[in-house]
């Protein structure tokens, strides 16, 4: 229904010579997105206001609302050209006026997890780049014709948005680390299976991607598809998801995936937080499941790895401390993190590996094929552990899809299915997760001095040795020999 809406968004950003990028079409989208959908909100609010002979305080001032600005209306409830700012009018009014009112709610709003914070933190840290006043004017149209009203509008809204951002990851630059496939997302909240009243967390949040699949799921009923009564839904709106997110983009694109997937006031910071000295985390604080795909590749400066018992430049291991830090006792955790910490030798590695084996038991590693990240150039493996007790063994799962993946045919639901399934499995019976594709560790037989984990798969056999070039040459020389001797027998024989 309003998948061809979306294109024509984007046709007309494409002409504009302020969006140059698939990342610039998601940001400018998501400011006017977000302002149509509250629209509808505080409309939808209004209305039921109305039929409880209740007044409705509206959040937004008369003159700054969608329905007064972006699409006036005339008496038949038809777009009212006449009364409609365009060209540079329209640029004055967003620039100047409206963009500045929409900032000072973060310095109105009560406290940081109201829709009123929000509004200003997004629009303290999001900017028009459109700049021509007719095609601003043209996107407003399109994005009006858009509707928040019914669950299955916000639905196909939700689709579209994910699939905008998977583009914007596709796109190259910086736009990947946004976007974890989502059967990934969906195969480690499998395995963690959050219930109703646990809190989820994720502190590298990117586009929310796994928090909204993890709302999917519970709003679903979970694994055993309970119907939800109405404090259930109040809980799942309020009191369960929490995230934090230091780029600008990605927090407003996080805000707006939220929303759009159902989440109100969705309870996402704009901070660095890895900013956050451990020793500052309070039991308050912590929470019951954390899931997360940290950047890694990154480096922090020496004064934000003094928050960190472990101090290291690489922010991937820094945000491990912080996540096994932030679990709950008992709580959960499925963390995306690049291979290379099985193995890596450097003292931060090995000290990180000691405290994740002794503290946590990390009982599952999924290994990823290369290619699960679309531009990604490393490979990565995603840690399932909980906390407060030891491992004394580890199930690995080799993951191969038997196929080359990238654009045209990324990973997909089918790949991870027989992981899943044999996870659970392997859990409680560790002959019976033994398969070609995963084996068991126990954590006793490693090297105590490394803590090494990148133990290759012993249900497979090893490849021949390759053989030294001297060898292969001798053996052709011989073929040679072998050859003349023969051709000429077969002469003598004509």
């Known amino acids: 229904m309003f998948e061809q809406v979306f294109k024509n968004i984007d046709d007309i950003f494409h002409k504009d010579a302020g969006c140059s990028s698939e990342l610039d079409y ?45 699409a006036p209306k005339d008496a038949d409830g038809k777009f009212d050209h006449n009364h409609a700012l365009t060209g540079d009018d329209l640029m004055e009014f967003v620039d100047g006026q409206l963009f500045p009112y929409l900032k000072g709610f973060k310095q ?31 996107a407003l149209e399109k994005v009006d014709q858009l509707r928040f009203r019914s ?18 990851g596709n796109a190259g630059r910086n736009g990947g680390e946004y976007y974890t496939p989502r059967p990934l997302i969906r195969a480690m909240i499998d395995v963690i299976q959050p219930k ?3 809190t989820i967390y994720d502190g590298a949040a990117g586009s929310a991607g796994f928090l909204c699949e993890a709302f999917d799921y519970l709003r679903q ?60 985390i309070q ?28 101090q290291t430049g690489e922010t991937a291991f820094l945000f491990l401390q912080h996540f096994i830090k932030m679990l709950k006792p008992g709580g959960r955790a499925a963390i995306v993190i690049k291979n290379t910490f099985l193995s890596n030798t450097d003292n931060a590695a090995i000290a990180l590996r000691k ?28 840690l399932f552990f909980t906390k407060g007790e030891p491992t004394l063994n580890t199930w690995f799962y080799e993951l191969n899809v038997g196929r080359n993946m990238g654009k045209t045919n990324p990973l997909n639901d089918k790949d991870l299915a027989e992981f899943v399934e044999l996870q659970k499995v392997a859990i409680s019976s560790r002959d019976k997760g033994e398969t070609d594709k995963s084996w068991s560790l126990t954590i006793s037989d490693i090297d105590q001095a490394t803590y090494d984990l990148s133990i290759k798969n012993p249900n497979v056999e090893e490849a021949a040795p390759l053989r030294e070039p001297k060898t292969i040459i001798d053996d052709i020389i011989a073929l040679d020999k072998e050859s003349e001797a023969i051709l000429a027998k077969i002469q003598d024989l004509l």
């Open 26 to 70: 998601t940001e400018q989208s998501s400011w006017m997105l977000f302002l149509k959908y509250l629209d509808d909100l505080e409309f939808t609010k209004s209305q039921e206001a109305e039929m409880m002979m209740e007044t409705y305080q509206y959040i937004i001032d008369e003159q700054y609302r969608w329905s007064a600005w972006a």
């Open 108 to 138: 109105r709003a009560d406290n940081a997890n109201t829709i009123e914070y929000k509004i200003g933190e997004i629009f303290s840290e999001i900017k028009n780049k459109i700049q021509s006043g007719y095609s601003l004017r043209d």
């Open 151 to 168: 669950q299955d509008e916000k639905h196909e809204l939700s689709h579209l948005y994910e699939a905008k951002i998977k583009n914007m």
């Open 196 to 198: 109703i009243g646990e």
């Open 221 to 280: 009923g979970g694994r055993d598809k309970v119907k939800l009564s109405t404090n259930d839904l109040a809980t799942l709106q309020n009191d369960t998801f929490y995230a934090k997110e230091k780029k600008s983009l990605a927090y407003v694109i996080a805000i707006m995936n939220m929303i759009l997937h159902g989440i109100e006031a969705p309870n996402v910071l704009h901070t660095n937080t890895l900013s956050e000295n451990l020793q500052d």
């Open 283 to 310: 039991p308050s604080n912590q929470h019951s499941i954390i899931l997360a795909n940290p950047p890694f590749g990154g480096k922090e400066r020496k004064e934000v790895q003094e928050n960190f018992p472990i």
């Open 355 to 382: 405290e994740l084996l002794e503290n946590c038991n990390l009982h599952t590693v999924l290994d990823c094929p290369g290619g699960t990240f679309l531009g990604a150039g490393v490979k990565t493996v995603v």
